[in-house]
């Protein structure tokens, strides 16, 4: 199975490499107010949107990963908290959960 990743690896490899060198034509870039970067190679100009697209779809991932790392960190000190009451301990030892402070109310 290795070697199958690493022959499938090679290809995509490969192709990448002869889309590259099909395309280094020149091409000017415009940005807004009339800004020009003049001659630069397709291939380059390719390559920068996509590391853009992918920084940008990476930073639209992480408030939902911090929130999930919250969430188990939470969910790791109730399972603690319900360990030390099963292995003998008393409820009134582990602190109170934010619920039993609180309690969640509709609005």
Request: charged residues 20%.
């Given at each position: 199975m290795r070697y199958?990743?690493?022959?499938?690896?090679l290809?995509?490899f490969?192709?990448?490499?002869?889309?590259?060198?099909?395309n280094t034509?020149r091409?000017n870039?415009y940005?807004?107010?009339d800004h020009?970067?003049?001659?630069v190679?397709l291939i380059?100009?390719?390559?920068?949107?996509?590391?853009?697209?992918a920084?940008f779809?990476?930073?639209?991932t992480?408030?939902?990963?911090?929130?999930r790392?919250r969430?188990?960190?939470?969910?790791?000190?109730e399972?603690?908290q319900a360990r030390?009451?099963?292995?003998g301990?008393?409820a009134?030892?582990?602190?109170?959960s934010?619920?039993?402070i609180?309690?969640?109310?509709?609005?």
């Amino acid at each position: 199975m290795r070697y199958l990743v690493w022959a499938l690896r090679l290809v995509i490899f490969v192709v990448v490499l002869l889309f590259a060198l099909k395309n280094t034509d020149r091409v000017n870039v415009y940005f807004f107010a009339d800004h020009l970067i003049s001659e630069v190679p397709l291939i380059v100009v390719m390559l920068a949107s996509f590391v853009v697209g992918a920084v940008f779809g990476l930073l639209l991932t992480v408030p939902g990963v911090m929130r999930r790392r919250r969430e188990i960190a939470s969910l790791r000190r109730e399972l603690d908290q319900a360990r030390a009451v099963a292995k003998g301990g008393s409820a009134a030892d582990a602190p109170p959960s934010p619920d039993a402070i609180l309690p969640v109310t509709p609005l």
